[in-house]
C-alpha cells in the first residue's frame, strides 16, 4: 500500500507564495512521473506541473514562469513553490505519483488534497 501525505497550502495574498510538499510513504521499488493538478470550484481538475524520475518538467501555460515543481528521489518528496501567486490560483491542489512497487507493480495514486486560497 502506499500513501501520498500533502502540505502547505493555506491563505495569501495576491501576488504572495506558497510551498507544496508531496510525501509517499509504503510499498515503493521507484517512483516514475510526480505531478500536481488543482481543482477551482466547479471546475474539473487540471493538470498544473509533472516531473519526470530524471528531472525533467513540464507546466501548464498559466503557471509558466510562476511555479516551480521539484522533487527529492531519495525521500519520495515532490514539492510546488508556487510565486506571484493569482486569484486564479485558488483551488484544491492534489499531488500524484506513478509508484513501482517492490512487487513490480505500476499503479497510479493521488493525495488528498490541500486548499490553496489566493484573496485579498
Known amino acids: 500500500q502506499v500513501q501520498l501525505v500533502e502540505s502547505g497550502g493555506g491563505l495569501v495574498q495576491p501576488g504572495g507564495s506558497l510551498r507544496l510538499s508531496c510525501v509517499a510513504s509504503?510499498?515503493?521499488?521507484?517512483?516514475?512521473?510526480m505531478k500536481w493538478h488543482r481543482q477551482a470550484p466547479g471546475k474539473q481538475r487540471d493538470l498544473v506541473a509533472t516531473?519526470?524520475?530524471?528531472?525533467?518538467?513540464t507546466y501548464a501555460d498559466s503557471v509558466k514562469g510562476r511555479f516551480t515543481i521539484s522533487r527529492d528521489n531519495a525521500k519520495n518528496t515532490e514539492y510546488l513553490q508556487m510565486n506571484n501567486l493569482r486569484p486564479e490560483d485558488t483551488g484544491v491542489y492534489y499531488c500524484?505519483?506513478?509508484?513501482?512497487?517492490?512487487?513490480?507493480?505500476?499503479?497510479?495514486?493521488w493525495g488528498q488534497g490541500t486548499q490553496v486560497t489566493v484573496s485579498s
Open positions: 509504503g510499498s515503493i521499488l521507484t517512483i516514475a512521473d
Open positions: 500524484y505519483a506513478r509508484v513501482i512497487t517492490f512487487d513490480s507493480r505500476v499503479r497510479d495514486y
Open positions: 516531473i519526470t524520475n530524471g528531472g525533467r518538467t
